[in-house]
């Protein structure tokens, strides 16, 4: 009796692959919306968490019923406060941290995300905790973190343009598309070069060693890495390519954008590839529910059966590298730091926003800052797609299209692909 091996082709060629990161994108985005409405004054950041760890297990739990694949959360909620960097999400069972609430003016950067079939999309959207409505301010912040909201929308719009593969949206004769395609992609010295002249326009600097990454099935830490303002050891792997899924990140500081270790308790982590003979039966009960419950995406502790005992068991599981852990980081000069996270695919039609923060009401912002740079402001003025709809559909598109900025565009025509 022969048996058929069958090999699934997991790439974007594939339609499934991205009809499945398109539904978890959208779950991602909702709950997403819904978590930065409930960060007001006196909100405990715990109960954010849970609260959008709840809200992404119910919404995945609508999806794919009946069908024999994983789903759940690709990133757990975390909300970090005005000067941390990375994710935080703390606690029940630490008191202290259990307590923390958000006050009027933090710089509240939330992250998380939901996966299907092991397709993540993650995403983290920046937003300034609002005064008290009877204050009557809607929702304006303050010039500085206007300035740094500005900075990080900005700097955001630029890298996507910029990890467009060379020639992939040109235009004119065969020739030109051509010899636009056989240039070579930016060096990611350059992409740090322009997005600091970005930032610093708006008296910012780039957060140091803010990475993206290669997404594939069960990975958001794939082979390829752009590495910006990276720390002296630290270096970029790889460019885009048609065909791949990113998780791209923008980190700017109204400080110098150095890093400090927190003293915060490390609450985030993620099971690497490694096997080890783990000696304590707490460390053996906790992977064995971390393999069970989240596969190769990260955790927080908070999420597991046993907190306190997770606390114990965690301890060997770091020591044997079974588990990464990823530390609490914050600026080194303790100002506010603003973070963007989106999961974009690169396609031949260009860059889809799969999953993305919503694009700011830029009138809200007020500043006597602007980017004046001639070469970046032209880039800024390139679209991330081609249009792909339907010649009918784009004439009844051209005049209401044509006063949008291209960020806006880009937004439209993605939607066809």
């Known amino acids: 009796m022969e048996f058929m091996l069958t090999i699934v082709d997991y790439s974007l060629n ?41 809200l992404l297990e119910e919404e995945t739990a609508k999806v794919y019923k009946g069908k024999k694949i994983s789903k ?3 990133h757990p909620t975390t909300v970090s406060p005005s000067s941390f960097i990375t994710p935080y999400t703390p606690l029940s069972t630490d008191a202290e941290e259990a307590a923390t609430t958000l006050k009027v003016s ?24 609002p005064q008290p409505r009877d204050d009557n301010q809607d929702g304006v912040p303050a010039e500085r973190e206007a300035d740094l909201l500005l900075a990080t929308y900005w700097a955001n719009e630029l890298l996507l343009r910029l990890m467009l593969p060379p020639g992939l949206l ?20 350059q992409m740090t070069s322009l997005l600091q002249k970005v930032v610093e326009s708006y008296g910012c600097n780039l957060v140091e060693s803010t990475t993206s ?32 899924v990113w998780g791209v990140e923008i980190g700017v500081s109204l400080g110098s954008g150095k890093m400090k270790p927190l003293s915060n308790r490390p609450t985030l982590h993620r099971r690497t590839t490694t096997t080890y003979g783990l000696k304590r039966p707490s460390s053996r009960q906790l992977l064995t529910e971390v393999v069970k419950k989240f596969g190769t995406f990260p955790f927080s502790l908070r999420q597991l059966d046993d907190e306190r005992g997770a606390k114990m068991g965690v301890l060997e599981c770091v020591r044997a590298n079974v588990f990464r852990q990823y530390e609490v980081v914050g600026d080194k000069d303790g100002e506010p730091v603003a973070r963007l996270f989106s999961t974009v695919a690169i396609t ?70």
């Open 14 to 54: 594939n339609p499934d692959t991205l009809t499945k990161y398109k539904t978890a994108a959208q779950i991602s985005q909702k709950v997403l919306q819904a978590v930065t409405s409930w960060c007001v004054e006196g909100a405990k950041i715990l109960d954010l968490c849970e609260r959008g760890d709840k």
């Open 72 to 74: 759940g959360i690709a």
């Open 106 to 129: 933090d710089v509240i950067k939330v992250q998380l995300g939901a996966q299907i079939d092991g397709f993540g999309t993650i995403v983290c959207d920046t937003i300034v905790v």
């Open 170 to 189: 040109a235009t004119g004769t065969e020739e030109e598309k051509k010899k636009a395609s056989a240039e070579k992609p930016i060096k990611q010295s």
């Open 213 to 244: 990454w290669l997404f594939e099935r069960n990975e958001i830490e794939g082979k390829k890495k752009i590495v910006l303002a990276p720390v002296e050891g630290v270096k970029g792997e790889g460019t885009p390519e048609v065909g791949e």
């Open 348 to 417: 031949k039609n260009g860059l889809t926003r799969l999953a993305a923060p919503s694009a700011p009401d830029l009138s809200k912002f007020k500043t006597d800052k602007k980017i004046t740079d001639e070469e970046i402001l032209k880039i800024l003025e390139q679209p991330l797609a081609r249009s792909t709809g339907s010649k009918s559909k784009n004439k009844k598109r051209k005049k209401a299209s044509a006063k949008k900025p291209a960020s806006e565009a880009e937004e439209e025509s993605s939607e066809e692909e």
